[in-house]
Nanobody
Framework: EVQLVESGGGLVQPGGSVRLSCAAS????????MTWVRQAPGKGLEWVST????????YYAEAVKGRFTVSRDTAEKTLSLEMISLRSEDTAVYYC?????????WGQGTPVTVSS
């Protein structure tokens, strides 16, 4: 059974940082591209970042470029998203998903609220 379980979200002050994790199981993690997608309150899904299977190719949405860093640990089968200089507009539920352009498995999401 494929499982993606996110963790690490919470309340963060503007300008602060947080690190999200996504624990993967039930599939060949080291052969899979992985993606972070977010959904702000009342809005649609927004692609955030993708990391390819080799970990060397990483892509970011313009809105987060320079502030977010995606990484993966093949041995631990974990996907991470380091988020710094957070803004109120980063408030959203963050999901990890398998794939690079279409996504066949999703986690349940972890909420990040940026507020003072």
């Amino acid at each position: 059974e494929v499982q993606l379980v996110e963790s690490g979200g919470g309340l963060v002050q503007p300008g602060g940082s947080v690190r999200l994790s996504c624990a993967a199981s039930g599939f060949t993690f080291d052969q899979s591209a992985m993606t972070w997608v977010r959904q702000a309150p009342g809005k649609g899904l927004e692609w955030v970042s993708t990391i390819m299977w080799n970990g060397r190719n990483r892509y970011y949405a313009e809105a987060v470029k320079g502030r977010f860093t995606v990484s993966r640990d093949t041995a631990e089968k974990t996907l991470s998203l380091e988020m710094i200089s957070l803004r109120s507009e980063d408030t959203a539920v963050y999901y990890c998903a398998r794939g690079s352009s279409t996504y066949d498995y999703w986690g349940q999401g972890t909420p990040v609220t940026v507020s003072s």
